[in-house]
């Protein structure tokens, strides 16, 4: 009865009050034990957490009645949540919720509130329910009124899972469930814990000042603060942590859920939306969707890439001998350029293409023309063409620098000697050609 009377904060009520968070003067040193070692909080989580401080959530449950007896098996629970948006951002799975936890078993995370929570095959007997807001990492609001506790029963009561109200109650909430990246939280709630400085000012007095021990894989230590943690050092695959809420001579405080255990599970390099968040990979403009309903972000962003003009490609066409004849403005036939049988004669002819493959600019003025005639045309020329040589005019001028185009396109070896004296009878009324150093060949 003296233990009942001893601790601070207690009324006649059955109501809970969560432990004041402790001034910042108290706080312990960091941990370091074994592999594990306490880390500040991840940058982008800061940042976070104190857009939300602005929040003091109060929380109740409307359904079951404490010490309520239902005659289901199933049971509807209602929640009342003020002063704190509860959501669950769909893109990236989180959101500010409520940790609901049934007797001591892991919590449920709830993201609506405006349908009732569903609990099926509870066993008969005596149930309770704990309920508080969290933020979208699964760190608790510690401030009076964020946490409500009710007691029911199924059919029947029963002894077990019924905390003591006045008594000191703790509250395992993290860690819990699998993980992808470290530092990972450990974090708990508190009810009914006097002060530091009330339990430590008379040391003959019955109030008994408290700790919470933690172990790790073993790994034990001594927390007195009530604030979460970050730690780093957890074993790839499988680890376990205890939680338990002890007195000053460490032994434990007697209370229905004051030690508890819990197994989860570290992979490394998880993609996982926390994952992302403890490594600070998320952009903050995106991050901050978490803690505001009315920000979305798109599903699966993709890089978008600048739009590229292509240019349509010229096709390049090699114009044939007969292309290259119909293009100019000659009125010879196109039969009378088509490719003779080659003569025995005719190789000292082809012998000389290599010069006449040698590209010419031609100019305004006729005289520019003798170079770009193919040498295919040096051999004897008419006389009908040569008496008429002397005659010059503009028109004249513009047909020969057309023909000499067309025929530097034209395969020398695909010229006769009958087509270049068709060609040059149509020439012959209009065009000064100049036939360059005569050579002879000898006709059949």
Known sequence: MVLLLSWPLIGCTDRLVASPPPSLTTAS??????????????????????????????VKILNPQPEEVLKDTTVSIKLAVQDLPIFQNPDLQMGPHIHLIVDNQPYQAIYNLDEPIILKDLTAGT?????????????????????????????????????????PLLTYSRPKGSYGAEPILLDFYLTNAPLHLIAQENPEDAIADWRIRVTINNESFM?????????????????????????EQGNLVPNAFNSTVRVIDYAPNGQDTLSQLVRGELPLEVAKSLINPDISVPQNPQKVEPPTIS????????????????????????????????????PPVAAETDESETAVSPTSESSSTDSSIPEALTSPVPENISSNSSIE????????????????????????????NSLHNDLSHGNEISAGPEKTTHNP
């Open 29 to 58: 040193a960091p941990v370091a034990i074994g592999k594990l070692a306490e880390v500040p909080p991840p940058p982008l989580l800061q940042e976070l957490g104190r857009s939300l401080d602005q929040y003091q959530p109060q």
């Open 127 to 167: 149930h309770t329910l704990r309920v508080f807001p969290v933020r979208p990492w699964h760190e608790s609001f510690k401030n009076d009124g964020a946490f409500a506790q009710t007691t029911f029963h199924v059919l029947t009561k029963t002894e077990d899972n019924r905390p003591d109200p006045p008594l």
């Open 223 to 247: 927390l007195d603060k009530w604030q979460p943690i970050y730690l780093t050092g957890f074993e790839k695959g499988q680890n376990w942590v205890k939680l338990e809420f002890i007195d």
């Open 311 to 346: 240019l349509p490609r010229e096709e390049e066409t090699v114009p044939s001998s007969t292309d290259a004849i119909e293009a100019s403005p000659l009125s010879t036939p196109t039969d009378a350029i088509e490719e003779p049988p080659i003569s025995e004669e005719l």
């Open 393 to 420: 005019n503009e028109n004249s001028s513009s047909m020969t620098k057309k023909t000499t185009e067309a025929l530097e396109e034209t395969k020398p070896s695909e010229i006769d000697s009958t087509s270049i």
